[in-house]
């Protein structure tokens, strides 16, 4: 199975490092080995149909800050002249326009390749039309790893659960902002919390996008389109952040044994993210990095999953888990 | 798709009331409707090769304490002798030798028939032979309610995780055992703990498959087999119950701000059940009947998953899990 690889930042390179660790899974239990034909970032690429050794990749883009030696003007139509069979698009996130991901996604699908992604933005932003198009096309579209990284929730919603009538997800769906309340927690004013999550790589330099709530929103529009089947963007969201969340919030909800926890919600009628109190003992009053998401649904009841919402190879572990459901679907497809 | 079901107790009855809520799900989304075409106590049995009314049958059990009005000497040769596509197997769990739950399996797989169950007794037994059986017939024996009843776990650990190494399994899979340590947290003595969970339905009159902890070393053994490709049988756990939990035990842990919880573990080298110590907090602290589980693996970190381990609706939503999952197959196979 041959894979083109958008986007060479920290996931792209952690789903080379998984590429190369499983070499020998893929063709013993799936009857064919994944080579990487294409990988792209935003300025270079590096290109061989008979596949590119995945860790030299990582080391070349490790050592000159691109995968490849080669520039390209238009990624579409590097990718239309690429032969591949699955497109893993993991290019940088732009949720206002859906940025070259979204163009790369659209014009895999439209060739009727396969299309792993963790790109909020295109999801977030065009979901039905995506999803059209691969039926279109007979193709399928999997993001596993867009909500929650390695914690298990798109494909457990839709596959497994498929058949309960999912009633409401509420999560915390943003590590950074958990991180940043788990120390409010210990007295830490927001403003130290959050130069202490900077400092340990948890937060960006501009955090607005983790603690405004931004993409906690993003996640939630994503499982509002997937698993509820609505039809609904980025500016449905009610969205509230943690910046407004005081010392004296914290110190108060303490008091009556709960903390303050940042809870996307959503069901067929709700949207929301906004800043909650969680009693201490509760599910969703974890404290540090973790994800967490409580399932109701009406058979089952409670369901409650929780994992590392990023990292390089926890995220790849979720792009992973989508790329055999692929190597699956073609291997009943060829019997 | 014609199912048969063999056992109709509370699971029974459950899965039958299943069928019947879902029954406009079936058609529409995989273009065949489930007709239950044979469903048998351990006295009785009703069959039609049209279908019988899943509800009337729970209505007759309940009434009559009978499923049907025909009565049967050998179940195998009733189920030899019964057109079907899948059996449901959910007659009464026996532990020592099997008993007529792994002889209609045996019974199904035989035939080819695709078969369900959350009978504990023949996959802690034999599991390998059963999936070996299995496989030379071209069916599937699957069993998703068999441990953590709606709590996802066997197929998360082999279908969505399998490109995972998991390194260990450890969780509560017992839910009136956790159920009678959370009393003991609050003071309340052993036996008085036991009397409440045995006046609220959570054990039996005779507790000794749950509290001798026989019933979650018969999950650990199936996690073994089934997650762990181990080739494991009930003899080989190491057992500790919970009967020698003394009050001073939990009262020395909360001290020390830990409980005591029955810990079912299992790995490529352990395989133990035991009470152990929990800091509060943890993931494994849960108080109630929820079952838990964390799972380990070499990517995706930790992952944890928690729901209800037991319960009439609850077991049957594991069951149509597994359900779906066959007709998807069919589906695939038909195309």
């Given at each position: 199975m041959r894979v083109a690889i958008a986007g060479f930042g920290t996931v792209g390179q952690g789903t080379a490092e998984v590429i190369a660790m499983r070499g020998d899974m893929f063709s013993r239990n799936y009857g064919e080995d994944v080579r990487i034909v294409l990988a792209m970032d935003s300025r270079s690429y590096a290109a061989d149909p008979e596949g590119l050794d995945p860790l030299k990749l990582v080391e070349t883009k490790k050592v000159t800050g691109r995968v490849g030696e080669s520039?390209?003007?238009?990624?579409?139509?590097?990718?239309?002249?690429?032969d591949y069979d699955v497109l893993i698009e993991v290019s940088p996130t732009d949720i206002v326009t859906g940025g070259v991901g979204l163009d790369n996604i659209i014009c895999a699908l439209?060739?009727?390749?396969?299309?792993?992604?963790?790109?909020k933005g295109p999801l977030a932003l065009r979901f039905h039309e995506l999803s059209e198009l691969a039926e279109d096309n007979g193709c399928v579209l999997r993001f596993e790893g867009s909500v929650g990284g390695a914690m298990p929730i798109i494909n457990l919603c839709t596959e497994n659960l498929v058949g309960e009538r999912i009633r409401s997800i509420r999560g915390i769906f943003n590590g950074t902002c958990n991180f940043i309340l788990s120390r409010m927690d210990t007295g830490l004013p927001f403003e130290q919390a959050l130069k202490e999550a900077q400092q340990l790589g948890y937060a960006e330099t501009d955090p607005r996008n983790d603690i405004e709530g931004f993409d906690t929103a993003c996640k939630v529009v994503i499982l509002a389109n997937s698993v509820f089947g609505r039809d609904v963007k980025f500016s449905d969201v009610s969205v509230t952040g943690i910046t407004s969340v005081t010392d004296e919030a914290i110190a108060l909800a303490a008091d009556h044994n709960m903390v303050v926890r940042l809870i996307g919600e959503v069901s067929d009628t709700k949207l929301e993210v906004a800043p909650r109190l969680i009693p201490r003992g509760h599910?969703?009053?974890?404290?540090?990095?973790?994800?967490?998401?409580?399932?109701?649904?009406?058979?089952?009841?409670?369901?409650?999953?929780?994992?590392?919402?990023?990292?390089?190879?926890?995220t790849a572990s979720a792009i992973l888990s989508d790329l055999l459901a692929i190597m699956d679907r073609r291997r009943g497809k060829s019997l």
């Open positions: 520039t390209y003007a238009s990624s579409r139509r590097l990718l239309s002249e690429t439209e060739r009727g390749k396969d299309v792993v992604t963790v790109n599910a969703l009053a974890i404290s540090g990095t973790l994800n967490t998401a409580q399932i109701l649904s009406d058979l089952a009841g409670p369901i409650t999953v929780s994992g590392r919402g990023a990292g390089r190879i926890e």
